[in-house]
């Protein structure tokens, strides 16, 4: 027991280290898989999209998770972990967005592209926009100094997986057919409901 603090205080140093050794074992799966083509790009930020997705559904996650199940375990370390989940989120979004823009679209002009995939782009990059602006106050001080248009702020999580979703569905790769578009819906809407009776929760009618 002795050791659970020092577990709590480095928990966001280990997720950090696993956030990086992902990011590399990524770009090594994809090489290895398809080498030194077209596919080795498209893969990889497919990739860093998902993983995106996935951090950013975990740290909207986390607090209503364990606001209707108060007996979850390792509740302080998983809400100490959250920050560096929603700055992976940032991160890897960052990735798929680069890696998009400049190795498959050429970084050519976005209003020049086909109707679905300049308003994917937009959509996409307003989200992106959205992680970074959280991930630039994600700091204690930061949370000081904003005091509750912090918290107001990090409402913006919620743009950016509605922003997402939308994103996905109409780029079209990654939600490659109608069940993988319903899947993707379905599962907004489950985090979405969760949240919702997570919010409500004791409230008196």
Known sequence: MKRLPHLMGGIRLYLTIGVALLTVETLWWA????????????RTEEVYAWISVGCLALAILIGPAYKLLPRLPAQAIMRDARRIIGLSAAWFGTLHVVIVYFDLFKHV?????????????????IALAALLIMASISTDAAMKRLGVWWFRLQRLAYVAGVLVVIHAILVGT?????????????AALAVALIHFVARNKGRKP
Not at 35 to 42: C, I, Q, R, S
Not at 109 to 125: E, I
């Open 109 to 125: 002009n976005p209003l020049r592209l086909a109707g679905n995939y300049r308003w994917s782009f937009l959509l996409g990059t």
């Open 31 to 42: 090489h290895a898989m398809y080498g030194a083509t077209n596919l080795y790009v498209e």
């Open 174 to 186: 990654h939600a490659k057919n109608a069940d993988a578009a319903f899947v993707l819906v379905n």
